[in-house]
């Protein structure tokens, strides 16, 4: 297989001389242990690069590496850096010229493609599962993003391996040393800087691959700005780079890359996947299924593939089952795939199908012993899948071979509430005829909602109307004490509610605030309804727990139609609530001078103090600054000399607040301007008090 990758090497093996190279060398790299300069050799006319060693930081190392050479240079791969030769004058060895540079330096200076990313990861794969696979494994220890070259196109080379050596008896101590010497911190897996005696193996290369992997992911770098003391602790706890850091708008293909990146920096070095054929054949089968190459797919599965769990816990059946080729999935089938196995999050091959709707494929795994009753990591069955999406075909399908009908998720959700929330008519049909009469009224989730509360929350009419004739009692009540009813007056289904009433549900249940589904309707300003649920008995001064009739929560959200409705059938326009609040004394804080017009128009009392401390609507109308509220009810005869508690006049209060208008209303009608409040102050004094100078004026001139 790796045959052909090779290509035979321009020369033998040679120690070329400094004079072999045309006199300009450039300096293209600088690190900590030499150079790197591209030369001309003038025999080939041909680019290479010398990589000189300074031998006195090296020491013998620099010569180990030259011996090396030899043996590395024997052969060439396609993704590995080819070696020519030494130049022993210059303590060097030439090597194949990369016209682009580092990894490293291009990630930080281009943006690069999704796909161009995926290519460099595979290309940098394939040159180290060729390391690996001579004999015995030429380990790396020194992959980094700096030591991985780039051709014309952009292609991967790895380079510089063989630097580094484990020597027999050789110190954890000082092979730390040489690693950190090269910066290569981020790279070194875990078990290198602990009490593991073991050298390092493949494991070693195959976690630093992980951390490039997140580099070309994320072209950013690793455990920025940490120090190498922070590193060692941190990723010796199972501190890894942020996966999150990943860009969020990235490719579908991108989960199972990030996930082989997850297994390559796994703290148990035992768990890390090898550099080996047979990831890259499970990945060209895949490659194969994502392309919909069936044909090609079905002739290469082998029984090997079948039984190899791929990221996420997924399946071959799994991943076949999501391409939708039902012949695929049947010669899977037959080679001894598991129909029943689940990924990590508990979903097996039919609930995939049936998330699809790949109706020949659901068939095909019920026919091969796919459990309709299994359910995901949240107890959602096949079933409630295909309830909630509407599937009547396959809902029929997974009832005749033995799914529960009442089947309760996590939450308690059954199929049915998923089917009567979405508006799947047919499906609800479906679901009653396997149902006793028992398990429909029996049917609560963990809210204690019913059936006919989705049904009617959500608006469908039809599947309302289908569960009333299926004895559903319409006043049942949920955890909140809330009825169907309740939920239909407060989301404005208008046709629902008037089925509830038809069915004789009680218009005057309250919920554990004591609202009615009036209280709802009012509060919404849902005036039909509101005009349905009056006429059919409801009661329009019922209360809340805090005292509030329909009429003072339409005044509070502004719902001035609402409120000429319930006033126009018998609702009280002057009933107080918490604090002797009044409907009008809302409207005027909340600055709602329409319903404040039509509350005053309905007679409502201009008047009328609250018990706290005392105050007309006038006082909350000044001290929320609503100029139109304020004119209304000085047409209707309010007082604009009530003192509250406090003594305070409306006069006092729009002072305070600096609102001209107000102020030349008020002394226009009678404000006195002489009053005292309780600390002895006029309204001067506290316009004065709040340099509000405009008032001052106006009140100096007494207008």
């Known amino acids: 297989v790796l045959m052909d990758c090779f290509d035979g090497l321009p020369g033998e093996f040679r120690n070329f001389r400094k004079d072999d190279f045309e006199a300009n060398w450039i300096k293209v790299a600088e690190c900590r242990f030499g150079q790197v300069y591209q030369v001309k050799l003038k025999l080939w006319r041909e680019k290479c690069a010398l990589k000189s060693f300074d031998t006195s930081l090296c020491a013998n190392n620099s010569y180990r590496i030259i011996d090396e050479a030899s043996n590395i240079a024997k052969v060439k791969f396609k993704y590995i850096t080819s070696i020519y030769g030494l130049c022993s004058e210059a303590n060097a060895v030439v090597m194949e010229y990369m016209s682009n540079g580092s990894l490293n330096n291009l990630l930080a200076s281009h943006t690069l493609m999704w796909p161009k990313k995926f290519q460099m990861i595979h290309e940098a794969s394939m040159g180290m599962n060729f390391l ?20 014309d196109h952009l292609h991967i080379k ?17 092979f730390m040393e040489h690693l950190t010497a090269r910066g290569n911190i981020s790279y070194v897996p875990p078990e290198t800087f602990t009490q593991c005696p073991n050298p390092p193996g493949t494991a070693f290369d195959v976690y630093s691959f992980g951390i490039v992997m997140w580099e070309i992911l994320t072209q950013q770098k690793p455990y920025a700005g940490w120090s190498v003391t922070t590193v060692l602790l941190q990723v010796s706890h199972g501190k890894r780079p942020c996966v ?33 054929d047979d990831q890259h054949a499970s990945n060209s089968i895949l490659s194969m299924l994502s392309k919909k190459d069936f044909g090609n797919f079905r002739q290469s599965v082998k029984k090997e593939h079948i039984h190899t769990q791929l990221p996420g816990k997924k399946s071959l059946l799994h991943y076949t089952v999501a391409s939708g080729d039902a012949e695929s999935v049947k010669q899977v089938l037959s080679l001894g795939a598991e129909v029943n196995c689940t990924t990590a999050r508990g979903y097996t091959p039919l609930i995939i199908a049936v998330l699809q709707r790949l109706h020949d494929i659901i068939s095909l795994l019920l026919e091969h012993g796919a459990a309709a009753t299994l359910g995901d990591e949240d107890q959602w069955t096949a079933l409630h899948f295909a309830a909630q999406n509407g599937d009547d075909r396959t809902v029929r399908l997974l009832l005749d071979k033995g799914a529960v009908a009442d089947a309760r998720e996590k939450a308690g959700w059954m199929p049915l509430h998923l089917a009567c929330q979405n508006g799947h008519e047919t499906v609800v049909r479906l679901l009653l005829s396997r149902l006793s009469e028992e398990a429909v009224e029996e049917q609560e989730e963990a809210q204690g909602r019913t059936p006919l509360h989705l049904a009617s929350a959500y608006g469908h009419l039809n599947i309302a109307k289908l569960l009333l004739s299926q004895g559903a009692d319409p006043n049942a009540t949920d955890h909140s004490l809330s009825t169907a009813l309740h939920l239909a007056a407060d989301e404005g289904h208008n046709r629902v509610v008037r089925q509830l009433v038809k069915s004789g549900v009680s218009t005057d249940s309250a919920d554990s605030r004591g609202y009615t589904p009036l ?45 000429v409705q319930l006033e126009s059938q018998g609702g009280c326009v002057n009933a107080t609530g918490e604090n002797g609040w009044t409907p009008l004394h809302l409207a005027c804080h909340q600055s709602e001078p329409e319903v404040v017009a039509k509350l005053l128009a309905a007679k409502a009392d201009p008047n ?19 100029f139109p509220s304020v004119l209304h009810l000085i ?62 004026q106006l009140l100096e001139k007494g207008c």
């Open 132 to 151: 690996h696979s001579m004999k015995p494994p030429l380990l790396h220890l020194n992959l980094k993003t700096s030591n991985i070259l780039l051709d």
């Open 158 to 174: 790895i380079s510089d391996f063989g630097l580094i050596h484990w020597e027999e008896g050789m110190s954890k101590t000082l």
């Open 244 to 276: 999150e850091m990943i860009p969020d708008q990235k490719p579908h293909e991108c989960d199972q890359i990030i996930m082989i990146m997850q297994q390559c920096w796994e703290q148990d070095q035992r768990k890390r996947p090898p550099f080996s």
């Open 519 to 563: 209280h709802l309707a009012a509060l919404k300003g849902h005036t039909g309804i509101c005009r349905q649920l009056l006429s059919n008995g409801a009661n329009p001064d019922s209360r809340t727990l805090q005292g509030w009739t329909p009429i003072h929560l339409a005044a509070l959200r502004g719902h001035d139609a609402t409120v």
């Open 608 to 626: 009328v103090t609250e018990d706290s401390e005392g105050w007309t609507p006038l006082h909350l109308a000044c001290t929320s600054v609503s």
């Open 635 to 696: 047409s209707h005869h309010a007082d604009v000399n009530a003192v509250n508690s406090g003594k305070a006049t409306p006069l006092h209060l729009a002072a305070h607040h600096g609102c001209v208008p107000i102020v030349k209303a008020l002394m226009l009608n009678g404000a006195d301007r002489t009053l005292l409040d309780s600390s002895g102050s006029t309204a001067l004094n506290i316009a004065q008090r709040c340099e509000k100078w405009e008032i001052v």
